[in-house]
């Protein structure tokens, strides 16, 4: 039997997952306020805040902090490479499921 | 929980989990807006094929007054379904859906302008006038649903809007009244049957 890939520990994390999964649902070029992804994911802006630090550490999402009608807003987005990354995990998740059967 | 380790199998779920959430958070409920049109199509516009009846006791304006509320309504809804479904996000796709809406408002009162000039000439005879609104009603809905299908590459988008260019024809070839049968008939029954579509693909997670 050969060697089982590997998983890229970034995103397989349960909460990272679900957050790279949300960024990569969007349409690429599109950023989400840190609001709405929190709701879109049910998750307390604490824990949000600390996944998305690793992944950003990981250069897999950008935030951005801008101004809309003098309120700051933190826009959040998949990089290219947190697309690539995320794609090559689903092939990988793939590859392990057929090696082991998947039964 | 989070440290946890997922099984591959376990992670695809969550993955499908997620996606399914983002899809109908996202998506705007194209089922839900279709609904609301194909509900103001049929019961409007059915409504005023009955009215314009011969022997039938209801004033002809009755007709064109509920489906004009009905309309507002629908209008008011799609616009609280896609505002809703937009809100917290930035970029190309939420300008896309902007110029997408303007559109429609924009072609809309152009449309109305040309109709109303059109039937105040009085050359027109009432049934003739009621041909003309029809049927450059059902082809403006048409092109627009065309262009929806283009910008979103949603062939089923593309497709409804093929079928009411094909029943703006249909509506002036059978004359008055039974223009409004194809008004209720076909263009609400596309509505409807686009909003199934919709809704069995949302269910079954297909895309």
Known sequence: MSELPQLDPVIHAQARLRVTVALAGLHAGDQITFPRLQQLLDMTAGNLSTHLRKLEDAEYVEITKAHEHRTPVTLVRLTARGRTAFESYTKTLHRLLDATGGD | ?207
Not at chain 2, 57 to 78: E, R
Not at chain 2, 92 to 104: C, E, I, L, R
Not at chain 2, 110 to 117: A, E, T
Not at chain 2, 155 to 162: I, N, P, S, T
């Open chain 2, 1 to 207: 929980m989070d440290d946890e380790p997922m099984s591959a199998e376990e992670s695809l779920n969550l993955i499908a989990q997620q996606n399914r959430r983002m899809r109908r958070e996202l998506g705007g409920g194209p089922a839900r807006m279709l609904a609301a049109w194909a509900l103001a199509w049929i019961v409007g516009w059915g409504f005023t094929y009955v009215a314009v009846q011969p022997g039938v006791a209801i004033p002809g304006w009755v007709g064109g007054v509920l489906t004009g509320v009905l309309f507002v309504a629908a209008i008011v809804y799609t616009g609280y379904v896609g505002a809703r479904a937009g809100r917290g996000i930035r970029g190309p796709s939420k300008t896309v859906g902007a110029m997408y809406g303007y559109s429609w408002a924009l072609s809309s009162m152009g449309l109305s302008v040309i109709d109303i000039r059109i039937s105040n000439f009085g050359s027109l005879s009432s049934a003739q006038v009621s041909l003309l609104w029809s049927g450059s009603w059902l082809l403006l809905t048409g092109v627009l649903y065309l262009a929806g299908g283009m910008l979103w590459q949603d062939k089923l988008m593309y497709g409804l809007g093929a079928w009411m260019i094909v029943s703006a024809a249909l509506s002036v070839l059978v004359g008055f009244p039974a223009n409004f049968l194809v008004l209720a008939g076909c263009g609400g029954g596309g509505f409807l049957l686009a909003a199934i579509v919709y809704f069995v693909r949302e269910k079954t997670g297909r895309c």
